[in-house]
Structures are given as C-alpha cells and as structure tokens.
C-alpha cells in the first residue's frame, strides 16, 4: 500500500502529467507535492485548489441521491478544463474525516484524461495515510 510520495510519483507517470499533490481541503495545504505547479507557486495552487474542492463538496446539489449526505467523501472527483490543461481532483476516502484529495495538472495536448480518472481512482483506494 504506497503512502503519499509513492502514490505523487505514480501520479506523475500518466500521460501529459506536469504536477501533482495531496491536499487537505479544509485547510487549503498541500500534504505532498511534485511536478510543476499553476502559477509556478505550489501553496497558492493547492490553496485554490481546496477553495472549488471544499465548494463542491459542500453542496448538497453534487451529492448521490441514495443517501449522499452520509456519503465519504460525497464526490468522487472533479474535472476543470482550460484551453490548454486539465485539473482532476479525486476525493480520497479516509478512516478520518476525508477531507483530502488528489490534485492532478495534465498537458491537453498529450495527457489523458479518461486514463487519468481510472488511475486516480485506484490509487486513492490504495493510499495509505498516517
């Protein structure tokens, strides 16, 4: 079971990958980083980040019907989209409260984003924190 660097470097192995972390989305800080970030700054990144992952998960609206507000974490994950990259954020469920997630930034023009989704998945069912 890899832990948060191990999961960041296989992160960084997908198609058109350019960064990638592990971000706490109740405080906005990145727990583990690597790659090339937005901006070139990777707190603020994580930072803003957070702020679209907390607004979503908050919203009753983004929550599955079949009793969605127990649901942990309620949304699986979040795809933003710009004229040259893709941001995927994928809601880790943890034995705590849930409140990370994995933030991806993909190149548009070699990444993958239907690859990028299945292989977040399973690495947040595999990471290991604490």
């Known amino acids: 079971m890899p832990g948060i660097d191990e999961c960041l470097l296989e992160a960084m192995r997908l198609p058109g990958a350019r960064g990638a972390a592990l971000v706490d989305w109740a405080s906005g800080l990145a727990l583990g980083a690597v790659g090339e ?4 700054d990777q707190e603020a990144a994580a930072a803003e980040a957070a702020e679209v ?5 908050e919203q009753r609206a983004f929550t599955p019907e079949d009793g969605g507000e127990d649901a942990d974490p309620p949304v699986e994950d979040l795809i933003i989209s710009n004229r040259d990259s893709y941001h995927v954020l994928r809601f880790v469920p943890t034995s705590f ?4 997630f994995l933030h991806v930034w993909l ?9 990028a989704r299945i292989r ?3 690495m947040a069912g595999r990471l290991v924190l604490g």
Do not use: K
């Not at 992952?53 to 998960?57: G, N, S």
């Open 107 to 115: 190149a548009r023009s070699d990444g993958n984003l239907a690859l």
């Open 37 to 40: 970030f937005p901006g070139g």
């Open 53 to 57: 992952a907390r607004l979503t998960a």
């Open 97 to 100: 409260d849930s409140s990370v």
């Open 120 to 122: 977040l998945g399973e």
